[in-house]
Nanobody
Framework: VQLQASGGGLVQAGGSLRLSCAFSGSPFFMTAMGWHRQAPGKQRELVAIITNEGSTQYSDYVKGRFTISRDNAENTMYLQMSSLKPEDTAVYYC????????????????WGQGTLVTVSS
């Protein structure tokens, strides 16, 4: 599975931005796709997940502000970000993965390059 993220940029606090992740190959052996982010000096963290069935999960710090979706006909996943805060500044990565019974969580194995989101105060 190949993934390519785009849509990052500079936005003022309170603004909105939509990230896109184009995927190719055969992602359907993967059971979920997700967005992660890594802020300067911090570890990468999960932002949101969408399963092949369309179920979604969000981290507490973006719940209610971000929406993950995917268009399988267009082979694209999206992250609509609203009410952006300076602390949302990070490189955002899209990834594809599957449920791992050994870790009892989703394990992401295919990653796209990141796209930088900068939120100014």
């Amino acid at each position: 599975v190949q993934l390519q993220a785009s849509g990052g940029g500079l936005v003022q606090a309170g603004g909105s931005l939509r990230l896109s992740c184009a995927f190719s190959g055969s992602p359907f052996f993967m059971t979920a796709m997700g967005w992660h982010r890594q802020a300067p000096g911090k570890q990468r963290e999960l932002v949101a997940i969408i399963t092949n069935e369309g179920s979604t999960q969000y981290s507490d710090y973006v719940k209610g502000r971000f929406t993950i979706s995917r268009d399988n006909a267009e082979n694209t996943m999206y992250l609509q970000m609203s009410s952006l805060k300076p602390e949302d500044t990070a490189v955002y990565y899209c990834a594809a993965g599957r449920w791992s019974y050994s870790v009892n969580d989703y394990e992401f194995v295919s990653w796209g390059q990141g796209t930088l989101v900068t939120v100014s105060s």
